[in-house]
C-alpha cells in the first residue's frame, strides 16, 4: 500500500471532524476516509439550535450542515453514523467500535486517527436532575426535547442556569415565546468572558426584558412531584423559583476519555495536548475541536477555547496533515465571540481581566462610548468600547464590546489587529471604509486607538470608572448645565467645559482632579486646559458619565 493510500480514520463529526474529513480528501484523493459519529448527525449547526426553539429558524433541515449522503457523494468518506469508538490500541492501530444501530462491535484499523469526540455538557450531581424536562442543548435530539416541551401550553415558566453564550441565546428566545424566565449564574455577572462593568450593559438589556436575574448564586437542588418532573429549582442563597422547564448550561468539559485511557497527554487547562499541527503525543493520532487545547495568541498558553471557529480551522489543519504529512500549522487563537441579547450585542476578543495576571506584563484599559456609524445620519446607535493594551510597548491585547449595532464590524477588525500584534498607535493608521449610513470618518476603531495613543503618552491619563469613589479627589463635571440637572456624580463640581477657563480659580491645583462629561471628549478637552493651567495631577473618568450605572458596587453595597 502505497503512503497516499492511508486509512483515515476520524472519531466524531460537527465542526472539528466534519472539517478535518473534507480537508483530507481535498487533500489526499488515494486515501480511505472513515468517520465514526456516535449521534444521529455527523455535521450541523450547532450554533444555530436556540434560533431553531425559539423559531427565527424554521426549516429544521437547514440545521443539517452535511449529510453522510453529501459526504459519500462528494467526497467519497464513509460515514458512520450511531457508530461509537469505544477503545483505541495505537500499538496495533486499531479502534473498535460499537453500532449502536445493531449493538454490534467490530475493528477497524489506521494509519492516521482524528479525535473530534467534542465536550459534553457540565451537569451538576443533584437530585432532580435526570427529571425529563430539565435539559441541556447539545445536539438536535436536546433541541427537538427542548422545542417539544416549549410547545406546550402548561409550560410558562422558564430557569436558565448557567449565563454564558448558550445561556443568553436561550433566554432571549424563550421570552420571544413568551415564558416567563429566570436567569441563574455562580458568578456575580452575566457573560464571565466581560469585564464586570461591560457584562452590566447586557444585565440591564435582560432586565428591560423581564428576565429575572439570580447571580452570585448557584442551582443547590431541584424539586420534583411524584412523576418525577421538576417543578422547582432552589437556589444556594435560598430562592425557590418555579419552574415548567430548566435549561442546563454552566459550561462543557472536554472529552478525553479515550485519549486517556491510552495515555495521551493532557493540558493545563484539561484538554488534548497537541503540537502545531495539532498532533497529540502519539504522531499518528490528532485531536480537534472542543476537547483538544489551542495556542492563545495573547496569553502564550495553551488552553481550551471551546467555539466553532478554531474547531474548523483546527479540523482543517489536521485533516491536511494527516493525509499527506505537511501543511500549515494551527494559527494561534484569540477566542473571539460574539452574542446577542435582545437589542443588545457583546463581543470579546483577546485577554479580559481576569487573565491578564498570566501576561506578565503591565497593562492599561480604555474605554471609549462610540456611535454605529455618523451621528448625523437616521439610526445611528451607541456603543460602548473597552481596549486593554500593554503600557510598555502599547500593543493591543484585548477587546470588548457592547452596543446594538456594528459590535460585529469593530470586534472583527480589532480581532484581526490583534492577532497580528498591531499597536494603539497601529490602530489609529487603519484606512477603514468610511459613508454615513456604515461608519464615520474617525472610526470606533480610531477613536479606541487615539484614546489610548493619549493615555500612553500621558496627554490623557485615564483612570477606570469606578476611581469616582476615591476621596480627596476634585470631581469635575464640565458636561452643560442640562445634563447635569439630569444626573450627576456625588460630591461633583459643575464647571462647563465652555466656561472651566474663566473659572479655574475655584479648582486647587494642589489636590488631585478627575473630570468627566458624557463620554470622554469633553473631558479630555478640559484635562489638557488644566494640564497646561498649572494643575499636574489631572486625569480624565474613562467612559464618564455614560458607564456609571454600570460600575460595579463595592461589596457592602451591592
Not at 472539517?19 to 472513515?34: D, K, Y
Not at 456516535?38 to 436556540?50: K, T
Request: hydrophobic share 40%; proline share 5%.
Amino acid at each position: 500500500m502505497s503512503d497516499q493510500q492511508r486509512t483515515i480514520v476520524i472519531v466524531g463529526g460537527v465542526a472539528g471532524g466534519a472539517s478535518a474529513a473534507a480537508r483530507a480528501r481535498r487533500c489526499n484523493e488515494q486515501a480511505r476516509i472513515i468517520l465514526y459519529e456516535r449521534d444521529e448527525h455527523v455535521s450541523f449547526a450547532n450554533c444555530g439550535l436556540p434560533y431553531y426553539i425559539g423559531g427565527e429558524i424554521t426549516d429544521r433541515s437547514k440545521l443539517l450542515v452535511a449529510t453522510p449522503e453529501k459526504f459519500r457523494t462528494w467526497f467519497n468518506i464513509e460515514v458512520n453514523t450511531r457508530c461509537e469508538v469505544v477503545e483505541i490500541d495505537p500499538k496495533a492501530k486499531t479502534v473498535e467500535v460499537v453500532d449502536h444501530n445493531t449493538e454490534m462491535s467490530f475493528q477497524q484499523s489506521y494509519d492516521r486517527l482524528i479525535l473530534a469526540p467534542g465536550a459534553e455538557p457540565i451537569v451538576p450531581k443533584i437530585d432532580g436532575m435526570n427529571a425529563p424536562n430539565v435539559l441541556s442543548l447539545r445536539n438536535l435530539r436536546d433541541t427537538d426535547r427542548i422545542k417539544a416541551l416549549v410547545s406546550q401550553e402548561s409550560v410558562n415558566k422558564a430557569v436558565v442556569v448557567g449565563a454564558g453564550f448558550i445561556g443568553l441565546e436561550m433566554v432571549e428566545m424563550l421570552r420571544r415565546l413568551d415564558k416567563q424566565v429566570a436567569l441563574v449564574e455562580l458568578q456575580p455577572q452575566v457573560l464571565p468572558a466581560l469585564d464586570r462593568e461591560m457584562a452590566h450593559l447586557v444585565e440591564a438589556e435582560l432586565d428591560a426584558h423581564g428576565v429575572a436575574l439570580h447571580l452570585g448564586t448557584g442551582l443547590e437542588s431541584i424539586t420534583t412531584d411524584e412523576d418525577g418532573r421538576a417543578t422547582a429549582a432552589v437556589l444556594s442563597d435560598g430562592t425557590t423559583l418555579d419552574a415548567d422547564l430548566m435549561i442546563i448550561g454552566i459550561g462543557v468539559r472536554p472529552n478525553t476519555r479515550l485519549a486517556q485511557s491510552i495515555g495521551l497527554d493532557l493540558g493545563k487547562t484539561g484538554g488534548i495536548a497537541v503540537n502545531e499541527h495539532m498532533q497529540t503525543t502519539d504522531p499518528a493520532i490528532y485531536a480537534v475541536g472542543d476537547a483538544a487545547e489551542y495556542h492563545h495568541a495573547v496569553a502564550d498558553l495553551n488552553m481550551r477555547i471551546p467555539l466553532a471557529g478554531p474547531a474548523n480551522r483546527a479540523g482543517r489543519v489536521a485533516g491536511e496533515h494527516a493525509a499527506t504529512d505537511a501543511g500549515p500549522a494551527m494559527p494561534p487563537v484569540l477566542g473571539t465571540a460574539i452574542v446577542r441579547a435582545f437589542g443588545i450585542t457583546a463581543a470579546v476578543t483577546g485577554c479580559n481581566g481576569r487573565c491578564i495576571d498570566s501576561l506578565g506584563c503591565s497593562t492599561r484599559s480604555v474605554w471609549a462610548p462610540a456611535s454605529s456609524h455618523a451621528s448625523y445620519y437616521p439610526g445611528a446607535e451607541s456603543m460602548m468600547m473597552k481596549l486593554t493594551y500593554d503600557e510598555a510597548t502599547g500593543r493591543a491585547i484585548g477587546a470588548q464590546i457592547v452596543g446594538r449595532d456594528g459590535v460585529d464590524k469593530r470586534i472583527d477588525v480589532l480581532a484581526t489587529a490583534i492577532r497580528f500584534g498591531a499597536t494603539v498607535d497601529d490602530l489609529t493608521t487603519l484606512d477603514l471604509a468610511y459613508a454615513p449610513p456604515f461608519g464615520s470618518a474617525k472610526d470606533p476603531v480610531h477613536m479606541l486607538g487615539f484614546i489610548a495613543q493619549n493615555d500612553r503618552r500621558d496627554l490623557d491619563h485615564l483612570v477606570a470608572p469606578d476611581a469616582a469613589r476615591e476621596e480627596n479627589v476634585q470631581l469635575v463635571d464640565v458636561r452643560t448645565d442640562e445634563e447635569y440637572n439630569a444626573g450627576h456624580l456625588d460630591g461633583a463640581i459643575h464647571i462647563p467645559l465652555v466656561k472651566l477657563r474663566e473659572r479655574l480659580g475655584e479648582l486647587d491645583p494642589a489636590r488631585p482632579v478627575i473630570t468627566y462629561c458624557k463620554g470622554g471628549q469633553r473631558s479630555y478637552y478640559a484635562t489638557r486646559i488644566l494640564r497646561q493651567s498649572g494643575f499636574d495631577n489631572v486625569n480624565t473618568l474613562a467612559g464618564g458619565w455614560s458607564m456609571q450605572q454600570h460600575v460595579p458596587k463595592p461589596a457592602a453595597q451591592a
